[in-house]
């Protein structure tokens, strides 16, 4: 009788497809099953590791990055190898994964942004705030992005962390910034800035937004920021049940509304009950915002929903940037769901479709499998979860031809195939050639934003 999938004389073999938190923290998982032997393959479309804790988190955060040192001792694992510069669907297709590893899990994030449906989306000057974070962040996808800040007013539609985050961005002197691991060209840019105000839209009330109350606290330490908050847009707040956040949250708007003593050349204006219905143009590039006011009534499920008053206002503005949801996108051969734009799973199996046949042997974790909500620490009980089905499963795996259960198979075949991979010792030597940068100007690091540069360095190394 062979030899169990995950034994010692049969480790499992595992593919991760990508890098982020929720990649991490599912091979953490593995790592500590007891009496469980694999060795396991984490792929990245970028040179860079991390995610959106590189990619997303605002370079002012620098704390939350911390984190990393967690995810380089779980890549420095002798279990672990770490495959960088590999796209999923171009480099290595879904079929090459099925003949090397006895499971997959995905781990690709949500790296679309939901459109707001209205006339005008689409006009220059308006753009996803997705867009707007990678440039910032030194994201390769967003190094040529081009941003206009020669306006004085940015509407910024939405009120989750994400939208807090560009909000404070624009508004934020840029020589705090400069003291950050800001992209290069974001911070000449923000230099040479002419916003003055920046108008945050949330569609229902106070108590119903979805940033966190350390995130609201920030924007009245910004220096030269004047904070405005309609007290009357703070009235009549029923907050949920045992909801502090929303309790917290209402004061510090209060204590905004009634400060006095706020001066400052650059604003920040927080707005509730309102939604926009039409980014106005003039000569093909945002001009204005028609908004209309809601109101707050139940939804059916116990919460509240806006609703239109009819009653509207124009507010002139040169840029738009919407934080209005994100969504995952489809990998090619892999199920995706086009209503809920997740991969479908029932506790992180992958299914054909929503109440379909599970996929032997595929898994999902983080956004892709529950949709964009959380923070980076959601992301490890959410993994540990996925392992949980994955453990459960192995008895029941066909398992593949034991012949390519060797890591070196795979090292071979991408060789063969002349995917110019990355791995994790190379990795770092760009991560010390960011850090050795930085130091010299006193800051975190100075990121390197385009690819062939950050493979140029690696191989010079």
Same mark, same amino acid.
């Given at each position: 009788m062979s030899e169990p999938i995950g034994s010692q004389a049969r480790p499992a073999r595992i593919a991760v497809i990508g890098a982020g938190p929720a990649?991490?923290?599912?091979?953490?998982?593995?790592?500590k099953q007891q009496n469980f032997y694999s060795t396991i393959d984490l792929f990245n *479309? !970028? $040179? +860079?590791?991390?995610?959106?804790? *590189? =990619?997303?988190?605002a370079p002012d955060h620098e704390s939350m990055k911390t984190v990393t040192r967690t995810y380089d001792k779980l890549a420095e694992h002798t279990s672990v190898h770490y !495959? #960088? /510069?590999v796209t999923f669907g171009s480099d290595i297709q879904h079929d090459d994964l099925k003949q090397f590893y006895d499971q997959i899990v995905y781990a690709v994030g949500a790296q679309a942004d939901r459109k707001m449906g209205i006339a005008g989306e689409d006009l220059t000057g308006s753009y996803p705030a997705t867009a707007f974070v990678g440039w910032y962040n030194g994201h390769p996808d967003y190094r040529d992005f081009e941003v206009d800040l020669s306006c004085e007013r940015v509407i910024v539609v939405g009120n989750g962390n994400v939208a807090m985050d560009v909000a404070r961005l624009l508004v934020t002197a840029p020589d705090e910034?400069?003291? +950050? @691991?800001?992209? @290069?060209? %974001?911070?000449?840019a923000l230099r040479e800035s002419q916003v003055r105000e920046v108008v945050m839209l949330g569609r229902r #009330?106070? %108590? &119903?937004?979805?940033? +966190? +109350? $350390?995130?609201? *606290?920030?924007f009245g330490k910004l220096a030269g920021v004047k904070v405005i908050v309609d007290p009357q847009?703070?009235? /009549? &707040?029923?907050i949920p049940l045992n909801d502090k956040m929303a309790e917290r949250n209402l004061s510090v708007l209060r204590d905004f509304a009634a400060r006095t003593d706020q001066i400052g050349e650059r604003h920040m204006h927080f707005r509730f009950l309102v939604s926009p219905v039409e980014v106005i143009g003039e000569n093909g590039k945002v001009a204005a915002v028609r908004i209309e006011r809601n109101e707050l009534v139940p939804d059916g499920s116990g919460g509240m929903k806006a609703k239109g008053t009819g009653v509207y206002e124009t507010l002139d503005a040169g840029m738009v940037l919407r934080s209005v949801g994100y969504c995952c996108v489809?990998?090619? @051969?892999?199920? !995706? =769901?086009d209503k809920t734009l997740k991969i479908p799973n029932v506790a992180g199996r992958v299914t054909q479709g929503v109440g379909g046949e599970v996929v032997a042997g595929e898994y999902v974790v983080g956004w892709a499998k529950r949709g964009p909500s959380g923070v980076i620490g959601t992301n490890r009980q959410d993994s540990a979860a996925t392992v949980v089905s994955m453990m459960a499963d192995l008895p029941n795996l066909e398992g593949i031809a034991d012949e390519n259960r060797d890591p070196q198979k795979m090292i071979d075949f991408l060789k063969a195939s002349g995917v110019d991979y990355v791995n994790y010792e190379e990795w770092k030597r760009l991560d010390a050639h960011e850090s050795a940068r930085g130091a010299e100007q006193s800051r975190p690091r100075v990121k390197v934003t385009r690819i062939s540069e950050m493979i140029e360095i690696i191989r010079r190394a």
């Open positions: 990649g991490f923290y599912a091979i953490e998982a593995l790592l *479309r !970028f $040179p +860079t590791p991390y995610g959106l804790v *590189r =990619d997303g988190v !495959f #960088g /510069n910034l400069a003291k +950050t @691991d800001i992209a @290069d060209h %974001a911070l000449e #009330g106070p %108590a &119903q937004a979805a940033f +966190t +109350t $350390p995130e609201l *606290r920030e847009e703070l009235e /009549n &707040q029923v489809p990998l090619p @051969d892999v199920p !995706f =769901d």
